[in-house]
């Protein structure tokens, strides 16, 4: 199993900045790719970013250009700087991570999620 432990979220003014991180440990030696995915109250959970183990990455169109997703792949962490905050991105932001098993199969792990509120 792999444990996925966030943390960064808080309180931000509209159009302030947060940084959030995601720790994985447990059997991590072959995640293939890392991200976040949001969800407010009443919404579907929503991808924001998520960056695969060659470096690649991917953004919701929404956040592009105010989102940015990075790794550490010897400390197997996980960033996601966040700019220009709107009040509608307020929601549970929570780590995603997917590992590869016996060279096909395929497990996805999610941390608990952590709490950004945008106020005005």
């Known amino acids: 199993q792999v444990q996925l432990v966030e943390s960064g979220g808080g309180l931000v003014q509209h159009g302030g900045s947060a940084r959030l991180s995601c720790a994985a440990s447990g059997n991590i030696f072959s995640i293939d790719a890392m991200g976040w995915h949001r969800q407010a109250p009443g919404n579907q959970r929503e991808l924001v970013a998520r960056i695969f183990d060659d470096g690649t990455t991917i953004y919701a169109d929404s956040v592009k250009g105010r989102f940015t997703i990075s790794r550490d792949n010897a400390k197997n962490t996980v960033w996601l700087q966040m700019n220009s905050l709107k009040p509608e991105e307020a929601a549970v932001y929570y780590c995603?991570?997917?590992?590869?098993?016996?060279?096909?199969?395929?497990?996805?792990?999610w941390g608990q999620g952590t709490q950004v509120t945008v106020s005005s």
């Open positions: 995603n991570a997917v590992r590869t098993v016996g060279g096909s199969s395929m497990e996805t792990y």
